[in-house]
């Protein structure tokens, strides 16, 4: 049976779920970023998934990058999996700008985080919905 890493529960607001994965916000406010989770047990690594997964892990993260490029206006995107410290599988989607306080660096631990308020993240919620459509599923009780 699934279950979210701990450490993700608690660093990352649910905003909802994708086909496959389960979309989070990091509650760090100096960046916007986005955690994809597949919702498949022990998985650590990409290239575990079953090809169909794979490609669908893929589809999801471009769809979020996109969406998130054009309504955040971000100068870059950073996309990564790196599970050094959360070893169950997740794909980091980070939207970048040249004025934010890791630039050009990579923001792992460069800044302590600032949390999200509650209300900033159903607005973002919301925005996501409302492009997403019906790929995105919200859970009402995950906020």
Not at 52 to 68: H, K, N, S, Y
Request: charged share 25%; hydrophobic share 45%; aromatic share 8%.
């Amino acid at each position: 049976m699934f279950a979210l890493d701990s450490r993700l529960k608690q660093d990352t607001w649910l905003i909802g779920e994708l086909p496959l994965c389960s979309l989070l916000l990091s509650n760090d406010s100096n960046y916007p970023w986005f955690i994809l989770v597949p919702r498949r047990e022990g998985i650590s690594e990409l290239f575990q998934l079953d090809d169909d997964d794979q490609q669908l892990m893929w589809r999801e993260t471009t769809a979020v990058a996109r969406v998130l490029m054009e309504l955040l206006c971000a100068d870059k995107m950073n996309v990564a999996t790196l599970g050094n410290v959360v070893k169950q599988m997740h794909m980091h989607v980070i939207a970048r700008y040249t004025t934010d306080p890791a630039w050009p660096g990579p923001v792992w631990g460069k800044h302590p985080a600032k949390p999200y308020t509650r209300d900033a993240v159903l607005g973002l919620r919301d925005k996501l919905k409302a492009i997403m459509g019906d790929v995105l599923t919200i859970s009402e009780g995950a906020l």
